[in-house]
């Protein structure tokens, strides 16, 4: 799920990432009336130096720990991705992780939160 930490944390998240760190769309105009799912926004986040050194990381934790709650019997497992108002950065991310998970067999439900919220 995609979610801004303006309007608070997630009450069920599993794992919660802060994506805050990367440059914001907000303040690029043309971005800011633009969603994350916008291949614009997109091409935004994924181009920003620090992005794929996180999602390798990132990716590799989750390499990691999914089979140990496989493992354990979890039968869902909910990260939460933020930014601050959660239209931008985390829908970028949330959607690239979804995509990583499917890749993989898995199946994924993404939430957006807070998308439609100023």
Known sequence: MSFGYKHGLPRDADLVLDVRFL???????????????????AAYVDGQPAHGEF?????ALLDATVPGYEAEGKSYLTIAIGCTGGRHRSVVVANELAEWFRARGHPVAVDHRDLERE
Do not use: F, I
């Open 55 to 59: 999602m390798d990381r990132v990716t």
């Open 23 to 41: 440059p914001n769309p907000h303040w690029v105009k043309g971005l800011r009336p633009l969603p994350g799912a916008d291949p614009k926004v």
